[in-house]
């Protein structure tokens, strides 16, 4: 099993910057793709960035210019720095991870963005 935790939520006004981080841990041996999707209220989630399995990063255009996800291997991390937050980013952010066939969900961290 893999577990993920995620940590760095919490409210910030329109133009504020936040930075998430999500660390899995447990039966970790080849990550594929690990990053960020997000769900706001009354909306389908949406994916905010990732890592491929090819080690590039794919973005939401939404977020393209403000956001950047960083990881650090050694810690089975990923990291979500988020600058110029808009009152649509306010979403609960979900850390992913891909291993085989098998996906795992953390359970989530509210950023609220007041305008």
């Known amino acids: 099993q893999v577990q993920l935790v995620e940590s760095g939520g919490g409210l910030v006004q329109a133009g504020g910057s936040l930075r998430l981080s999500c660390v899995a841990s447990?039966?970790?041996?080849?990550?594929?793709?690990m990053g960020w999707y997000r769900q706001a209220p009354g909306k389908q989630r949406e994916l905010v960035a990732i890592?491929?399995?090819?080690?590039?990063?794919n973005y939401a255009d939404s977020v393209k210019g403000r956001f950047t996800i960083s990881r650090n291997n050694a810690k089975n991390a990923v990291y979500l720095q988020m600058n110029s937050l808009k009152p649509e980013d306010t979403a609960v952010y979900s850390c992913?991870?891909?291993?085989?066939?098998?996906?795992?969900w953390g359970r989530g961290t509210q950023v609220t963005v007041s305008s």
């Open positions: 890592f491929t399995s090819g080690g590039s990063t």
């Open positions: 992913n991870l891909k291993q085989w066939s098998y996906e795992y």
């Open positions: 447990g039966s970790i041996f080849s990550i594929n793709v």
